[in-house]
């Protein structure tokens, strides 16, 4: 794949660059936001495989990493993006995944430690896929308590939030050491719940996690 890297971390970068290119990868990386809009924001631009962008990057180190993304997908919206953050942030989580969430990922920097876990989530996000991060998941599963997520059991969150980490139903099911049908049957019941009934889409399924996410209250999130 073509691998596009934005990230201001010249130890992070260059750690990622060269795992990449050694998973056979071609890789570019910038240190900067600007650099990736300045090359990628042209509505006739080469895209990249995938962009793999740090959240918070120069100046500013705030969200300028994210607000590329953003416009990166509104220029492009096939366009793969993996986003990664130092923290469980979930408004930025929210913003992310607002529109078309096919091909986008958020996944912590801690994760980029585990190459295997890494990786996949490259491949899903590549291939069209979601990809969230486990941690963001459970930290959000941790302060909702009210609201939609308070409709569903604690099996039924317990496969959401699987469904959230880009798994299907037979590796829930591997899982959670159940049998297919029970998977497909909590599934069914998680959309009917969130009023997204089931068809043969599968981007229902991002819905679910993403209307998941929004309900959960942010008090207590990290800055």
């Known amino acids: 794949m073509r691998i596009v890297i934005a990230e201001d971390s010249v130890l ?9 290119i050694a998973e056979g990868h071609a890789v570019t990386g910038y240190r900067t936001a600007d650099e990736l809009v300045a090359v990628l924001g042209d509505p006739a631009a080469d895209l990249p495989d995938v962009v793999v962008t740090d959240v918070r990057m120069p100046p500013t180190h705030t969200d300028e990493g994210l607000r590329a993304a953003v416009h990166l997908r509104g220029l492009h919206p096939r366009l793969p993006v993996l986003v990664l953050s130092q923290y469980v942030e979930q408004r930025y989580a929210r913003e992310l995944f607002a529109a078309d969430a096919r091909g986008l990922g958020y996944v912590l920097k801690d994760r980029v430690a585990d190459v295997d876990d890494f990786l996949a989530a490259l491949a899903r996000v590549a291939a069209g896929g979601t990809a969230l991060d486990p941690e963001v998941v459970a930290q959000v599963l941790a302060r909702s308590r009210q609201g939609l997520s308070g409709l569903l059991s604690p099996r039924e969150r317990e496969v959401i939030a699987l469904m959230a980490e880009g798994r299907s139903n037979a590796a829930i099911a591997e899982r959670l050491v159940v049998g297919l049908p029970a998977v497909e049957k909590h599934v069914t019941s998680i ?11 599968d981007h229902r399924r991002v819905l679910a996690v993403l209307r998941w996410l929004e309900d959960g209250p942010t008090n207590g999130a990290r800055p």
């Open 12 to 20: 992070l970068l260059d750690g990622l660059t060269r795992l990449l």
């Open 191 to 201: 959309l009917t719940k969130l009023d997204l009934p089931p068809d043969a889409d």
